[in-house]
């Protein structure tokens, strides 16, 4: 049976293509999503995706993927720099999990300069665009299948 991803979306990422296209690009999610599952179909994996605007949904979708995902691909958004809660999830699920974000946090207000998920994630890709969730998607595949 193909191994299985999962990915998540946080909080405001339903808005992209009218949200600050200046910062965050005119991709939607669905077109993101659409990528996604065309590379995945390609590696011969399965995604299931996710996006809530709740941390409360977050942190229980992570608390279920046990046994159920090889990895998780996870933009936390504006959880990322707050969410201690995301943080311990990912940490008691033991998914090997990689962060992905479109615009590059380090290059941004100070406030997005910590990670809290980073510490927790088997790494970080930052500021690539949608090709944050490509390379991200990629290495996820790669965990999967190890
Ligand atoms: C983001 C960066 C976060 O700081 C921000 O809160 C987001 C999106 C990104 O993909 O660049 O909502 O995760």
Same mark, same amino acid.
């Given at each position: 049976?193909?191994?299985?991803?999962?990915?998540?979306?946080?909080?405001?990422?339903?808005?992209?293509?009218?949200?600050?296209?200046? @910062? &965050?690009?005119?991709?939607?999610?669905?077109?993101?999503?659409?990528?996604?599952?065309?590379?995945?179909?390609?590696?011969?994996?399965?995604?299931?995706?996710?996006?809530?605007?709740?941390?409360?949904?977050?942190?229980?979708?992570?608390?279920?993927?046990?046994?159920?995902?090889?990895?998780?691909? @996870?933009?936390?958004?504006? &959880?990322?720099?707050?969410?201690?809660?995301?943080?311990?999830?990912?940490?008691?699920?033991?998914?090997?999990?990689?962060?992905?974000?479109?615009?590059?946090? &380090?290059?941004?207000?100070?406030?997005?300069?910590?990670?809290?998920?980073?510490?927790?994630?088997?790494?970080?890709?930052?500021?690539?665009?949608?090709?944050?969730?490509? &390379?991200?998607?990629?290495?996820?595949?790669?965990?999967?299948?190890?």
């Amino acid at each position: 049976m193909a191994a299985k991803i999962l990915v998540i979306h946080g909080p405001n990422l339903n808005l992209l293509g009218k949200r600050e296209p200046d @910062i &965050y690009g005119n991709i939607t999610i669905d077109e993101i999503n659409k990528k996604l599952k065309a590379l995945a179909k390609k590696k011969n994996v399965t995604l299931d995706v996710f996006q809530s605007n709740h941390e409360g949904e977050i942190v229980d979708k992570i608390g279920k993927a046990k046994n159920k995902y090889k990895s998780l691909l @996870i933009n936390p958004a504006a &959880y990322t720099h707050t969410s201690v809660a995301i943080r311990d999830a990912i940490m008691a699920t033991g998914i090997p999990t990689i962060e992905v974000h479109l615009s590059n946090i &380090y290059s941004r207000e100070d406030f997005r300069h910590t990670s809290l998920v980073a510490s927790v994630a088997k790494g970080q890709i930052s500021g690539f665009g949608i090709d944050s969730y490509i &390379y991200g998607l990629e290495a996820a595949i790669k965990l999967a299948k190890t």
